[in-house]
């Protein structure tokens, strides 16, 4: 590819008529830009300070760690309040990282070039941070007020408006694009504005060229291409795969005057027959329906997201061993392939002891699309005889699309 198009995805001074102007600092103490991507990589900030920037790259490390810790407490609040934290927290993440290695890597090569007072006052990687993670702040630190207020007060409120009509479908990735375009008028502006400050520089002979790195600039520009691809693809999954907490009940049909009694959810495509001496029981908590025969038979469909890449026998064995791990009276007494409806799928068949009754519990696990589903059977083992042949009906008459 041209040199060109690395300058342009660089964000930063890559040309060489950094070399024939006058440099800030006649003779600059020279950094290793590879030294400063690396120990960025490591500790976000410290690449930056490594190349005197102290200020900079500890408001780096100290913003990366408040992401960080945000990030830790969106995972534990099980709401939407959680989520939208979550999401905002884990941008900032990446974009920190990412802003921290590539700064640091072209601070070093703007110090060997002497040009790094110059860029410190109109830093084309500082605005594009700031835009990519407010609402328009970078332009007020290139001094563009108009915009800053126009960014501010009109994308704030359409951002929140268009957020809130597409929710967290998959159409939510697009609100990635605002900020995106931001960012990259921002890095426009800054470049613009640091080729009118170089054009004031008198012109001095070209000294003889020095390889300012071993480390060529593809790398630390392709990492920061692939990393931010990697985020929005790993959220297309996740907000691709149905949810299940709490389950939407809201198009479900429960009709229990019918014989056979049935279930149908067509928000996950997922349709229940019971025999019509069995109770249906839809819930949005934990699962989807439950079926009840008297006091000793009883059978639950429950449904959660499916980890991306990780087979059904993977799925089946870790349950397994997290199953036996939190329940000591439980004992594993059977594992075999079997079929959910119309399904293929592993039963893994567990037993325990409750107050000296014998109980028998099993959970048949199946993958359909981004989904995990398992039909929990529980019964007690007197009871046995009297169930099985009403759950192995109720087994053959799921319908998962």
């Known amino acids: 590819m041209s040199a060109d198009w690395w300058s342009m995805m660089s964000l930063g001074l890559n040309q060489p008529s950094i070399t024939s102007t006058a440099p800030v600092e006649t003779q600059p ?3 290793s830009a590879g030294l400063a991507f690396l120990i960025s990589l490591l500790v976000p900030g410290a690449g930056q300070m490594y190349c005197g920037k102290i200020a900079r790259g500890g408001t780096t490390v100290a913003f990366f760690v408040l992401s960080v810790v945000l990030t830790v407490v969106g995972f534990s609040v099980p709401d939407s309040t959680g989520e939208e934290v979550l999401g905002m927290a884990m941008l900032a993440v990446l974009v920190l990282y990412v802003f921290s ?3 640091a890597y072209y601070v070093a090569r703007e110090i060997n070039a002497g ?4 860029v410190d006052s109109n830093n084309p990687r500082v605005a594009t941070t700031l835009n990519l993670l407010t609402n ?3 332009y007020w630190y290139l001094g563009e007020r108009t915009k800053g207020w126009a960014a501010f007060i009109v994308l704030g409120v359409v951002m929140r408006g268009i957020s809130h009509a597409v929710g967290n479908s998959p159409w939510s990735l697009l609100l990635l694009v605002i900020p995106c375009a931001m960012a990259l008028d921002a890095y426009r502006i800054a470049r613009q504005q640091l080729a009118e400050a170089q054009a004031t520089l008198p012109e001095v002979p070209i000294q003889p060229s020095v390889p300012e790195t071993r480390l060529p600039s593809a790398i630390p520009v392709l990492l920061a291409c692939v990393l931010p691809l990697s985020l929005v693809g790993l959220a297309a999954i996740g907000l691709a795969a149905p949810k299940f907490n709490p389950v939407d009940q809201s198009h479900a049909v429960v009709d229990q005057q019918s014989n056979p009694k049935r279930y149908e959810n067509i928000t996950y495509g997922v349709r229940l027959l019971a025999p019509a001496g069995w109770d249906l029981n839809p819930s949005n908590k934990g699962y989807l329906i439950s079926a009840r025969k008297g006091a000793g038979c009883q059978v639950m469909l429950i449904g959660q997201a499916a980890v991306p890449f990780r087979s059904l026998a993977a799925d089946v064995d870790i349950f397994t061993r997290d199953m036996l791990q939190k329940n000591n009276n439980f004992r594993k007494v059977a594992e075999r392939p079997d079929m959910l409806g ?15 009754n014998e109980i028998i519990q099993r959970y048949l696990m199946a993958r359909r699309g981004m989904a995990l589903y398992a039909l929990v059977t529980t019964m007690a083992s007197s009871l046995q005889s009297d169930c099985e042949q009403d759950i192995t009906w109720i087994r053959e008459n799921v319908h998962i699309q």
Do not use: P, Y
Not at 115 to 118: G, K, N
């Open 136 to 138: 328009g702040f970078g």
């Open 101 to 103: 290695f590539l700064d």
């Open 29 to 31: 103490v020279r950094k």
């Open 342 to 356: 119309n399904l293929s799928g592993n039963e893994v068949e567990f037993a325990a002891t409750f107050h000296g």
């Open 115 to 118: 040009m790094d007072s110059l």
